[in-house]
Structure formats: structure tokens, C-alpha cells
């Protein structure tokens, strides 16, 4: 299981590093004088290209971002087998002006999303050996297990949207809380000797991107590394302690 959970963070860092390392690249090829004079003499002798380079908005002129995504992931530690899927969609605005901050220059964004189709995957229910009484030192009970459906609403997300030269790639970091009901309390225990909740939280934090297609439109990517508890809603709150959630999504903007 450690086993596991070191490949998941190593995996998670790898990640996370060609992600930023992508970023300076497209920052760097950006303000390159080359690429400037390049720029200069596609704009000089070609009329078509000129009109596709300013279509795209810069990060100062994107107010409104929507659109649907879908919500893959895994646990890790002692959730290991668990796995998740959820469709959604989303909505985000720019609150602020472009902050200069050096490479932490970008904008504020508040959003939220909802998944009306949350499940998570669980190993199948199976059966354990319990104390029951001084009487009766053992007992054997059910565990629950299988497939848990329900929907989240995450009515909090604090994105901060990096500027970084480019007009195609806008990468950013994000932190989020929300909630999750499913129809059958959830994550599974024993089922006799008490349960957890079907009510939980969703708390985490991850980093992404959008990749613009086209002026108003973009390919969205991030990775989360999400906790789920019950806060002792029910008769006990074993939760999710550690999952990591990709997320694949498209992007209207306004």
C-alpha cells in the first residue's frame, strides 16, 4: 500500500513539474526576440495570419469562462481500488486586473461547479470477523462495498490564472470545497455496528490549464489531489483521506 501511495506522489510531482515547465516554455518563446521578429514579418506579409493572432483575447480581456467537463480519479494510501467518475459543469469570473507579481503575475478567478452524476467505485462487499461480546469473542459481519451514486455541488473555487505571454495557454492554480450526497452512506463500513454518512465534504487543491482552440474557446486539463470526510456527520468517519482527480473539460468564454 506505501508502495502505492509513493508511486501516486511521484507520479503527481512528475506532473506537476513538466506542467510548470510547459509554462516558462510558452512565456519564454513568447517574449523571445526572435519569435517577435518572426511575428513581425508573418503580420508584414501576411493579412490572414495577423487577424488569427489578435482574435485570440489576452488574459486582461477574458471575463466569463463555462463549460462542461468530466472528473476521473483514484484513491491513494489506504483508499487504494478506490476510483471515481463524475460529469459536470462549471462557471468562473474574473475578479480582478492582471496583478503584476513577477512569475506569479495572473488574475483572481471565483467559480463553482456541479456534478449531477458522482460515483465512486469500491472493492466488492465482503465479509470479516469482528468481537462482538466477552461472551462471544468473535462474530463475522458484513462490510459494505460495491458502486456509491450521488451528485457534488462545489460552490467554491479560488483559481488564480497565470499570465504568461502566451495567448494559447493560461495555466493556473486552484483550491476548492464542496459537497457530496450519495444515496447510500458512504464510504462503506460495517454495516451492523454503525455507518458513515451519505452526506460528506470535498475539500483540495490542484493545478491546470486551458489550451485555446480557438478565440473564445479551450481545452481544459488539471490535476487535484481532493479529501472527502463526513465531519462526524454519521455514526463514524473513516472518509477518503488522499484521491488524485484528472479532469478533462471544454470552454466557452465571454
Known sequence: MHR???????AAWILATVFFAAALSARAQDSHPDAANSVTTMITTTPVAQSS???????????????????LGAGVGDRFGYYFFAPGFQLGKNLTPIVHAGPLTGRFEFGGNIMPLW????????????????????????VGGGTFTGLSITPVVFRWNFATGSRRFTPWFQAQGGVVYTTHKFPPTIEVLGGTS????????????????????????ALNAEHLSSASL?????????????????????
Open 4 to 10: 502505492n501511495l509513493n508511486r501516486s506522489v511521484v
Open 53 to 71: 493572432r489578435t482574435d485570440f483575447q489576452p488574459l486582461a480581456e477574458r471575463r466569463w469562462e463555462m463549460g462542461p467537463f468530466v472528473n
Open 234 to 254: 454519521g455514526d463514524k468517519n473513516p472518509g477518503v483521506n488522499a484521491s488524485l482527480q484528472f479532469q478533462l473539460g471544454y470552454t466557452w468564454w465571454k
Open 198 to 221: 451519505v452526506w460528506n465534504f470535498r475539500s483540495g487543491a490542484g493545478i491546470g490549464f486551458h489550451y485555446f482552440t480557438r478565440p473564445r474557446r479551450s481545452l481544459d486539463f
Open 119 to 142: 460515483q465512486a467505485y469500491t472493492p466488492s462487499p465482503y465479509r470479516i470477523a469482528v468481537p462482538v461480546s466477552t461472551l462471544t469473542p468473535e462474530g463475522v459481519e458484513q
